[in-house]
């Protein structure tokens, strides 16, 4: 019996070991750098990290601060941003992690269980789809990939190779979130039709900056990856990628996935609990906005109204909103960013850090304190990843869909007008020019989207 195979048929204590890991793996503790008693080697999972800054450093330090883990390797193409997460990485594991420019070394290496991605949004598919054919599990950042192909692919590929893959939208695995289900389960706010998720927290002008050179040490051609060649931009690089076309998916694939997601995933238990079907893709899909307010480079919308339609021509038809304001200096039903489920007898708001349910007249009927840490919904993936049941925000059923919502809803906005959505497919019916949108024009070589 292989080491894989010894993990995997080790699953049954994994719930065991839960809760005793989440509860040692505070966000206190992670973030103070404290080192935690590991458990046996061959217990383990041995996790290899693509990414060493931003979203990356975060999950260095919560994977390696889980006792049932241990980061044998970083890739980064950042040299100082590497040395900052194998630095946090061996303070809360008490072991050095191996330190690489290349993450095909992770993904070729045999004694890596799992492979954690947490690069900027145009590098989450390939060493996604690259790890489910070497046989390993895998944790990627939110959205799921650049664009809707993508997403396909990669859910291709984790059927093809039965592997897990959770996506890093960790509200899912949070206590907030499972309490405000158990809460929408009682009926409380009768018959749910409309949800509804938002943004409204201030962001900044990303100014005109000059073209220049790439800092020293950064290979920003392998950086470009299957990117454009573009001359090197500051506001392209570390932090601000995520407002262009090339790399990013703008603030509807940054923090709105999250929110969408926490939308579709209470009107769910309120379709489950009122004997509804299950809402999955949209059939309609209609966006107005653009960029109104910062004179800068951003691609995308600063500005933003999306709406969803499933259903229509059926008994239970549903609808979800999104909105977004980054430039607004006041928040949205005392949330910056949230969801909203809307029934016929009240209302939930969920934010970060709680929710409260609202009946006739707006009278408080409940609420509930919580938090956004990530480390239950790590435990998650690494007691699947022995389980080899599906995670809590599983690629397929679940992240893959969010992310779509991400996707059709940027594609609407650039084409300005209403889209209809095949579900089945996940193209745009009869629409060549939204469907070019789905996928990149170009894949630049050598970095082609593997084939499944």
Partial sequence: MNRRQFLQNSGASASAVSAVAVSITSAAAVLSGEQFAKAAASERVRVGVVGGGGRALSLNRTFSANPNVEVVGIADLDPGRLAKA???????????????????????????DALVVGTPDHWHAIPTIMACQAGKDVYVEKPDGHNIVEGQTMVAALKKHKRVVQMGSQHRSTDRMKSAFEFIRTGALGKCLVAKAWESTRQGSIGHPPD?????????????????????????????????????????????????????????????????????????????????????????????????EYGSDSNSPK???????????????????????????????????????????????????????????????????????????????????????????????????????DPKTETFIDDDEANALRTRAEYRKPWTLPEV
């Fill in 86 to 112: 194998v630095e946090e990485v061996e303070k809360r594991q008490g072991k050095k992690p191996a330190a690489m420019k290349d993450f095909r070394k992770l993904v070729d290496d045999p004694s890596i």
């Fill in 212 to 308: 220049g050179e790439p800092p020293d040490g950064i290979d920003y051609d392998f950086w470009l990856g299957p990117a454009p060649k573009r001359p090197f931009n500051p506001r392209r690089f570390h932090g601000n990628w995520r407002w262009f076309y090339d790399y990013g998916t703008g603030d509807l694939g940054n923090d709105g996935v999250h929110r969408l997601d926490m939308a579709i995933a209470a009107l769910n238990v309120a379709c489950e609990t009122q004997g509804d079907p299950k809402v999955t893709m949209p059939t309609r899909i209609m966006a107005a906005g653009g960029k109104w307010y910062f004179d800068d480079d951003q691609q995308f919308p600063d500005t933003l109204q999306v709406t969803y």
């Fill in 319 to 421: 609808i979800l909103t999104y909105e977004m304001r980054i430039w607004a200096p006041y928040i949205m039903e005392s949330q910056s960013e949230g969801a909203m489920v809307y029934g016929d007898r009240g209302y939930l708001v969920i934010g970060n850090t709680g929710w409260k349910a609202f009946g006739s007249g707006n009278r408080l009927i409940k609420e509930q304190d919580g938090d956004s840490f990530e480390g239950p919904h790590v435990q998650n993936f690494i007691d699947c990843s022995k389980s080899r049941e599906k995670p809590n925000c599983d690629l397929e059923t679940v992240g893959h869909p969010a992310s779509v919502l991400c996707h059709s809803g940027n594609i609407a906005a650039r084409i300005g007008r209403q889209l209809n959505f």
